[in-house]
C-alpha cells in the first residue's frame, strides 16, 4: 500500500504546501471548539492498539486514571479491553471495531467518532496518534502525539518518539498533563509464579521473520522436559498435525486456546513464557509470568519487559537493527529474503542461555518465599 505520508514528505514543495493548510484548518477547528461552553468533565483515552502495545499502554494509562478528575472511558478494539480488565476491573469502555478504522489505520469511520461524540468528553487523551479520529470531536482539551502535520489537532502536542522504550511512547503524552511516576519500577509488572509450574512455550509471531521456527521450538522442549514440564500453546488452526505429532513425541502437553481470556487463564497457571517477539510473550508479562523472548529482526530495546524476571537472545548480524531503529533494514524482516538473524540462531545457544535466565528466576523465587 502507498505510503502517503513518506510520499509528502519525500516531496518538500507538496509537503509545505500540504503542512500549511493543515496547520490552519486543524488550528481553526480547535479555536473554536476550545471556546465553546463544556458541561461536563469527562475524558476519554484513545487506545487503538494491537496486543503488544496495548500492554504497553497500560502503566500510562494508569496514571491517567488517577489523575484525570472526572468520569473517565477508554476508547479500544473488543480485544484490548479484555487486557485492560486484567488491571482495571472497574474501568469503562467505548468499543471500536477493526474495520472501523481504516487504510492502515490513518482514516476512521463517522460511526467510530460518533460512539466517542454520546459520551460528550471534555478531555482527549490520544494515546494512538489518530489524528483523524479525534480532530473534529467537540473537547475543551486535546492532548495527543502525531507526526507533525498533525499537530495542530492537539492543544498539547508531543511528536512520536523513535527511542526506545516503547512505553515511554505513551508516558510522553501523559506527562504533557500531569507530574508522572515514569520511572523503571512504574514499569516493572509484579511477578506472581510459582517454579514447579508449566513452561509455556509460544511458537509464532506477528510475520515470519519474527519466528524462531518450530522444529528449533520443539528440539528446545525436549531439552527442557528433562527438568520442567513445557506445554505448547497457540491459537485455534495454528499447529498443523505434523507440529501436534512431533510436540507430544517430545513430551510437551498442547493447548489450543478459542479466545484471548483461555490464553490469559492458561498463563495464569505458568511461571515461565517462551516466545518470539509477539503478543502473547507480552500479554504474560502483565499477568505477572517470568519472560524468556526471542529476538530477530526488530530491537528488543523497544520492547523487552522490565525486571530481573524477564530475559532474551538475540543473533546479532550486520542486519540487526542498530540501537537507536526499532526494526532492522527490510521492515522487521517483512522484505527480508532469508531470515538469517533467525537461522543463525542455533538451540544450544538459546537453551544455555534460557537454563541459565530459568536457574536464577527459580532461586529468586526460592529466596523470596523463604524456601530450598
Excluded at 105 to 111: A, E, I, L
Excluded at 199 to 208: D, E, N, V
Excluded at 291 to 310: K, L, M, R, W
Excluded at 330 to 348: H, K
Amino acid at each position: 500500500m502507498l505510503d502517503l505520508t513518506s510520499l509528502i514528505e519525500n516531496n518538500k514543495l507538496l509537503s509545505n504546501f500540504i503542512y500549511f493548510f493543515f496547520d490552519t484548518y486543524f488550528k481553526t477547528i480547535r479555536k473554536i471548539f476550545s471556546s465553546l461552553p463544556y458541561k461536563t468533565n469527562n475524558g476519554v483515552v484513545i487506545s487503538l492498539h494491537k496486543l503488544g502495545d496495548t500492554v504497553f499502554t497500560v502503566p500510562a494509562v494508569k496514571e491517567i486514571l488517577k489523575n484525570h478528575s472526572g468520569s473517565i472511558k477508554i476508547v479500544c478494539y473488543p480485544e484490548s479491553k479484555i487486557i485492560y480488565r486484567e488491571v482495571f476491573p472497574d474501568a469503562e469502555f467505548i468499543e471500536i471495531e477493526h474495520d472501523e478504522v481504516l487504510w492502515d489505520d490513518r482514516f476512521v469511520k463517522n460511526s467510530a467518532r460518533k460512539k466517542i461524540k454520546m459520551f460528550q468528553p471534555s478531555v482527549i487523551y490520544d494515546l494512538t496518534g489518530l489524528s483523524f479520529l479525534v480532530y473534529n470531536i467537540r473537547a475543551k482539551e486535546i492532548i495527543g502525539m502525531s507526526k507533525r502535520q498533525f499537530k495542530n489537532v492537539y492543544d498539547i502536542y508531543s511528536p512520536i518518539r523513535t527511542k526506545p522504550h516503547l512505553m515511554d511512547t505513551y508516558f510522553d503524552v501523559v506527562k504533557l498533563k500531569f507530574n508522572v511516576d515514569d520511572s523503571i519500577s512504574a514499569k516493572t509488572f509484579p511477578v506472581s509464579f510459582n517454579a514447579s509450574d508449566r513452561i509455556l512455550i509460544h511458537p509464532f509471531a506477528g510475520w515470519k521473520a519474527k519466528e524462531w521456527g518450530m522444529e528449533k521450538f520443539i528440539a528446545l522442549a525436549e531439552r527442557l522436559n528433562k527438568k520442567n514440564k513445557t506445554a505448547f500453546i497457540a491459537e485455534e488452526g495454528k499447529f498443523t498435525k505434523d507440529d501436534l505429532t512431533k510436540i507430544k513425541t517430545a513430551g510437551s502437553d498442547v493447548i489450543v486456546t478459542n479466545s484471548l481470556s483461555e490464553l490469559i487463564n492458561e498463563i495464569k497457571k505458568s511461571s515461565l513464557m517462551i516466545s518470539n517477539d509477539s503478543g502473547p510473550l507480552y500479554i504474560a508479562n502483565l499477568s505477572g509470568k517470568s519472560t524468556f523472548a526471542i529476538y530477530g529482526p526488530t530491537n528488543p530495546a523497544f520492547s523487552v519487559p522490565y525486571g530481573e524476571y524477564h530475559s532474551y537472545i538475540q543473533k546479532k548480524i550486520h542486519c540487526s537493527p542498530p540501537e537507536d531503529k526499532q526494526y532492522c533494514f527490510t521492515n522487521a524482516g517483512r522484505n527480508c529474503p532469508s531470515y538469517q538473524c533467525m537461522i543463525q540462531l542455533s538451540v544450544d545457544e538459546v537453551y544455555n542461555s534460557l537454563q541459565k535466565f530459568i536457574d536464577k528466576i527459580f532461586s529468586l523465587r526460592h529466596e523470596l518465599s523463604g524456601t530450598n
